[in-house]
């Protein structure tokens, strides 16, 4: 007899269900044998590439455009900018010299090739601002232990690399790619998180200044998810880039970058939203929506009309752009229920004679496991209403996980405890400049916890947070002096 339930407790062991999920789910395969290198097995592939769509939608809908690069990069190019290639260099999978040519980098990031061409593609003010942006997968020597979609060697991800006159123009575009973040990774897929300005110590290699978004993890580990960067004067001019204005003067361009990896917030999605029977995936992204699965034995005839009963569903429903499969495999009823809640499935429609009779079918809920029954004429409309409810649901539920993680915290010892029980601390820290790098490099040793960096979108203040909680964040609790941000604390991957 087949195993009914999935039956691994995420809350209890996040790790272990995280890795039955990917398996069982048939999302990665493993078996590929070289280390942070996965296979994409066609049900992840088709999250992914849903995800992909609904992102790059909206970059077009911001005025991006998209563009193909290589995926190496000469190792003239990527050394041009120093403190770029002191952060990425020990990273770099280098290709063999071939004698005769420049050495090539397998990209891990692609300002050093896009930049290239940006100097010859901007000439003039009326070239700004440029918006481009790729879908490709880079490469990282992560020499930590790496973990599926999570911490890997390659990534698949979204790169935009914008260009604009004005430094006004470009922080607005770093505004706007977290209002993205906000309006697809979270108001879509449900993945709520933090926007983050990073700490000094913290930016991306060559940038001026970093936001990131952090979500977490079931086990309460900070995962970095879309970052974006306003590209330092210094680097711009390290490529040449410049431009003529309306007055015919040099002038230089100001750089933006974003870069969503699907295959990373897939990761979170499956985490965020998944339970113990398995994935749990936002009706907007599954690869089937609805599955139909005929049920009971009968005669010839009546085996008939449920075929007939069954296209007709699947043509009703396909009309209005759902996407549907029919399992009329040979496996048992009971073995198909289950392998379709674990792929994370949100309906299921059993057809049997009684649905002949009665013109009705029972719609099963993957995430309420409630069943509930509707009319086969409403049932394109209906699933529609369901569907929107269904990933309302999944982000309120998400929601209200994550607000509950999040801990002000004035004393060490309390600051520890919230991180060992799975949450973020948020405590009162002297500076985020390189003074107070000491204090977050104690914090990285004694507690084993990163500073996230404070708040991107709003500024918040130790009296503030003080006059909410009744607790005192006024001073910076490692070293003692003032403490002038509100930082975000977090064990993170
Ligand atoms: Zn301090």
Redesign the pocket.
């Known amino acids: 007899m087949g195993k009914t339930t999935f039956n691994i407790s995420k809350n209890d062991n996040f790790s272990e269900w995280y890795s039955e999920i990917l398996a069982k789910a048939e999302i990665v395969d493993l078996r590929y044998g070289v280390k942070g290198f996965v296979v994409i097995r066609p049900w992840g592939a088709r999250i992914i590439e849903k995800m992909y769509k609904i992102y790059e939608s909206a970059l077009r809908a911001t005025g991006h455009s998209s563009v193909i690069f290589p995926a190496v990069i000469p190792e003239g190019n990527f050394e041009k900018e120093s403190s770029h290639v002191e952060g990425f260099a020990p990273d770099v999978f280098w290709l063999e010299k071939k004698q005769g040519e420049e050495r090539l980098a397998l990209r891990p990031t692609s300002e050093t090739a896009f930049y290239d061409l940006y100097k010859i593609w901007i000439r003039s003010y009326r070239d700004l601002p440029m918006k481009i942006y790729q879908r490709a997968n880079v490469f990282r020597n992560e020499t930590k232990a790496t973990r599926p979609l999570i911490r890997s060697r390659e990534f698949h991800w979204i790169e935009s690399h914008d260009a604009f006159a004005s430094k006004k123009e470009a922080e607005a575009q770093v505004r706007d790619d977290i209002v993205m973040t906000e309006e697809v990774m979270h108001k879509i897929f449900g993945v709520p998180f933090l926007a983050m300005k990073r700490p000094e110590w913290d930016k991306f290699p060559g940038a001026e200044y970093t936001i990131g978004s952090d979500s977490i993890m079931p086990d309460g580990r900070i995962i970095q998810q879309p970052s974006t960067h306003l590209i330092s004067q210094h680097f711009v001019k390290a490529f040449g880039l410049k431009f003529k204005d309306d007055k015919e003067k040099d002038r230089v361009p100001w750089l933006t970058c974003y870069g969503p990896a699907m295959s990373r917030i897939l990761a979170s999605v499956i985490s965020v939203h998944g339970d113990d029977a398995g994935l749990v995936l936002p009706y907007t992204l599954s690869p089937v929506q609805v599955v139909v699965i005929p049920v009971g034995k009968e005669k010839t005839e009546d085996r008939r009309q449920k075929t007939e009963l069954i296209n007709k569903i699947r043509a009703d429903l396909m009309k209005d752009y759902i996407d549907v499969e029919i399992d009329d495999s040979e496996k048992r009823a009971g073995e198909k229920f289950f392998y379709w809640e674990m792929k994370g499935v949100p309906f299921r429609i059993e057809v049997g004679a009684r649905e002949i009779e009665k013109g009705e079918v029972v719609v099963f809920i993957r995430d309420t496991r409630e069943k509930v029954s509707v009319k086969i004429e409403d049932l394109a409309e209906t699933i529609k209403n369901f569907g929107a409810e269904y990933d309302e649901r999944l982000i309120a539920r998400a929601n209200e996980d994550f607000a509950s993680r999040i801990i002000d915290c004035s004393s060490k010892s309390e600051i520890k405890k919230v991180l060992d029980s799975g949450k973020i601390a948020r405590v009162g820290?002297?500076s985020c400049d390189k003074n107070?790098k000491s204090?977050a490099e104690f914090i990285e040793k004694e507690l084993q916890a990163r500073v996230m960096g404070t708040l991107a979108s709003e500024s918040e203040t130790t009296e503030d947070r003080g006059q909410r909680t009744g607790k005192k964040l006024g001073k910076?609790l490692?070293?003692g002096?003032k403490a002038n941000v509100v930082v975000y604390a977090g064990k993170s991957y």
């Open positions: 820290f002297c107070g204090c910076c490692f070293c002096k």
